[in-house]
């Protein structure tokens, strides 16, 4: 399992690298890159590729803005695609299609609230969130105005699968309401949940106990270049929510998006 998770989190900077060269931008974290890539052979290594480096702020802005572009952070975070989040309220919202997000039941946004998206070159997108239900537990979905951009990110969920119990141990990164990126092991998979826990110390330094606003905010697993939406967060803590790889969730997701904007499909990823 540790091989083939760390081919993935090769895999998934080794392309991102390459849509950086392609864009002509973020240059100046390809140095850190190639050295990691070169000496880093354990996922719990400070150097590892999937971790940030010691001192690494682990925000994804280095300045944000609700009504205006945002500038992007430089170094590690870039290389994970946030675009698909809108943080501009702590009510996080988490696009599973282009034109319908998913969010904590307890802690949803109204309808005719503004969804603020920011692509990966900080120029900000802005829908009108029409339309939320309850899709079962903890878990909303709402509706946009209209579809997003291609060039924000849509993320898959996990493709289902008789037992998730290979993902025990697996490191995920965290997001939470301050736009940050921390890395928690996954501790249990149920059938509709998932929790994590903090690693042991000396592993890395970057996780953070979950506190009341964090709620709704995804977290994701590295499959090959992908990041998959595994949770939004319900509890605190090291954090456990609603694990989207639930055939259930996913049934009564499919439903409720059909309802709101017929024509729109999840994504599946195999983990």
């Known amino acids: ?17 390459n849509q950086l060269l392609t864009m002509r931008c973020w240059i100046i974290s390809l ?7 070169c000496t880093s052979k354990d996922l719990t290594s400070p150097s590892s590729p999937s971790l940030p480096p010691p001192g690494g702020s682990p925000n994804i802005f280095k300045r944000y803005s609700i009504r205006d572009d945002a500038e992007m952070m430089g170094g590690w975070s870039r290389n994970f695609d ?18 319908h997000v998913v ?12 969804a603020v998206f920011h692509n990966r070159a900080g120029e900000k997108v802005e829908r009108t969130l029409v339309s939320v239900t309850r899709v079962v537990g903890d878990v909303a979905v709402g509706l946009l105005d209209s579809d997003v951009p291609l060039d924000l990110k849509v993320y898959s969920l996990p493709r289902p699968r008789e037992n998730f119990s290979h993902l ?9 309401q301050n736009r940050r990126i921390f890395f928690h092991e996954i501790d249990r998979v149920s059938p509709t949940s998932i929790a994590f826990r903090h690693p042991k110390l000396g592993k890395h330094g970057w996780g953070k106990n979950l506190v009341k606003g964090d709620s709704g905010n995804p977290s994701f ?17 090291g954090g456990s929510g609603p694990f989207y790889g639930s055939p259930l969730i996913q049934k009564k997701l499919s439903a409720a998006i059909s309802n709101l904007a017929p024509g729109y499909q999840l994504r599946l990823k195999s983990l």
Request: no cysteine; hydrophobic share 40%.
């Open 1 to 17: 399992m540790g091989q083939s998770l760390l081919s993935a989190v090769r895999a998934f900077f080794a392309g991102t690298q």
């Open 31 to 37: 140095p850190f890159f190639v050295v990691i890539s």
């Open 82 to 99: 946030m675009s698909g989040i809108s943080f501009n309220e702590k009510m996080t919202l988490t696009l599973v299609t282009r034109r």
């Open 103 to 114: 969010m904590a039941y307890h802690y949803r946004r109204k309808p005719g609230a503004k």
């Open 168 to 176: 025990k141990g697996v490191t995920a990164a965290v997001t939470d």
């Open 221 to 237: 697993l590295i499959s090959g270049e992908e990041l998959v939406l595994i949770e939004t967060h319900t509890s605190g803590g």
